[in-house]
């Protein structure tokens, strides 16, 4: 088993509820287990979420658009780019 480590923490009185209901219900057999799994969800979201990032980040530079551009630049380009619209 992973070394533990205890954590004491506090959950609004609706999630705190719905732990235990979970609990109670026979879904989960503890609190904690019911918040390894929330953790493991939240850290898998992160994850998905930090790859999206990534593969915007380098769809954007295989754009061919990345590069060294000032601000001033950019705010003069897109004043340009909203005057032209309709």
């Known amino acids: 088993m992973a070394d533990l480590e205890r954590?004491?923490?506090?959950?609004p009185a609706s999630q705190a509820n719905a732990v235990r209901s979970a609990?109670?219900?026979?879904?989960?057999s503890s609190p904690s287990e019911v918040l390894s799994d929330a953790l493991r969800v939240w850290e898998q979201r992160r994850v998905r979420e930090t790859e999206v990032l990534?593969?915007?980040w380098?769809?954007?530079k295989a754009s061919g658009l990345a590069g060294a551009r000032d601000a001033a630049t950019v705010i003069a380009?897109?004043?340009v780019r909203k005057a032209g619209r309709p």
């Open 7 to 11: 954590l004491i923490v506090a959950l």
């Open 23 to 28: 609990v109670a219900t026979g879904e989960y």
């Open 54 to 56: 990534r593969r915007h």
């Open 58 to 60: 380098d769809d954007g």
């Open 77 to 79: 380009e897109e004043k």
